[in-house]
Each structure stands twice: as C-alpha cells, then as structure tokens.
C-alpha cells in the first residue's frame, strides 16, 4: 500500500533564504509525482510535476527533484518571499488502472518579512 | 481557457440530507476524480470517472456516488449526510495519454454538515 510522508510539517523561514521541503513515498511504482500549493481554505494549484522517468523539473524559483528508486523527491524554493506562505503538498500518482493521487499531508510554510 | 469549475463553492446542509456537487472538467479532459479533504488532513480519493464509466474507487460508504455526463461533467452525490461529511471537496480532471496524466484541481466545494 502506497504511504506518503512529508517533512517537516511546518517550517518558518525569513524573507529571503533558501529551503528544502521532503516528500517520501513506498512503492516506487509510480506514474508521475506532482507537488501543489495550497492556501487556507482554498484549492490545490499544481506546481511541478515530474514523470517517473524523469530527475527533476524547474519553474522559475522552485526545483523538484524525484529520486524513484530511492522513494524521494525534494521541492526547492529559492528566495523565499513572504508570498510564498501557504501548505505544500506533494502527491504520487499510482501506476496501474486505478490512478489516484496518494496524498502527503504538507508541509505548512510561513515566511517572515 | 477557463480551468475546473465546480459548483457551488460553499454548501450548508444538516445531518440525514442529500447533497450533489457539481464539477466541469477543463475542455478536452475525459477524465475527472474527486477527493475529499478535512480539514488539516491531505485529500482522499472518492471516485475517478473516465469516458463516462467509473475507473476508481476510493475507501468511501455507498452513501457516496458519482457519475460522469456525455459532456464529461460529472456530479458527486452524497445522502444521508453525517457531521463527518464536512469538508473540502475537489474535483481534478486530467488529459489521460498513455503514461502522461496530470491532474488539474478546481477550487473545491466547501461542505459543513450541522
């Protein structure tokens, strides 16, 4: 069965440094992994999404990276801006016929002015 | 081109009621999930709905259906509502092409259950 982990589950960060947000998952037979950012009490907006067999992808600030075999994947956010406050979630699409997204429970991020 | 709708945004019912939620898929998705998401939990998955005919289907009471229209809109139905029904309840639709299948959310339903 297919468990998602994210760390930490909250971090505080000033404007402007560098950060690191983990996703692991158990079962490498996966289709894609995709993180999203989610703000209180609103929907979930896709940030990058790395095939299976792909190492990592880039949009403007963030980097993520997916090491498969090891179960792993790492959102970099570069030059944290306070508008980047909100909860990360990182997702694993399941291969096979039923493919659902298996949910971390986030990361929730605050950064300081 | 507009992204997932869903209707209505927020929702209140009481406890034994019947509630339908509405989603439209970005144009060109034939496939749409939904998922059910408490508060400080990640999201769960209810149903998948692909060409109009259930694919998946999630650890959820029968009290829980779903059904997808020719236009590939699909309407998520839950009776006999329990207090723990209240959530945030999101519908993604995807461009399903082999091993591609990206999935787009809508802003979600918000359902609070007195």
């Known amino acids: 069965k297919q468990e998602v982990t994210q760390i930490p589950a909250a971090l505080s960060v000033p404007e402007g440094e560098n950060l690191v947000l983990n996703c692991s998952f158990t079962d490498s037979a996966i289709y894609n992994l995709q993180w999203f950012r989610q703000d209180p009490g609103k929907g979930l907006t896709s940030l990058l999404l790395i095939q299976s067999s792909q190492r990592e992808q880039t949009s403007g600030r963030l980097n993520a990276s997916l090491d498969k075999s090891s179960g792993r994947s790492t959102l970099y956010i570069a030059a944290s801006q306070p508008g980047d406050s909100a909860t990360y979630l990182c997702a694993v699409l399941n291969a096979g016929n039923n493919r659902k997204l298996i949910w971390g429970l986030g990361t929730s991020l605050a950064v300081n002015p | 081109d507009a992204g997932v709708t869903q209707s209505p945004t927020h929702l209140i019912k009481t406890r034994g009621q019947h509630v339908t939620l509405r989603c439209s898929p970005i144009s060109g998705h034939k496939s749409v999930s939904w998922y059910q998401q408490v508060l400080g939990q990640g999201p769960q998955f209810i149903f998948q709905?692909?060409?109009?005919?259930?694919?998946g289907r999630g650890n959820f009471p029968d009290r829980f259906s779903a059904r997808q229209f020719p236009n590939y809109s699909s309407e998520l139905n839950v009776n006999a509502l329990l207090l723990g029904d209240s959530a945030l309840y999101l519908c993604a639709s995807s461009f399903v092409r082999g091993r591609y299948n990206e999935q787009f959310f809508g802003p979600g339903t918000r359902l609070t259950v007195l």
């Open positions: 709905y692909y060409e109009k005919e259930e694919r």
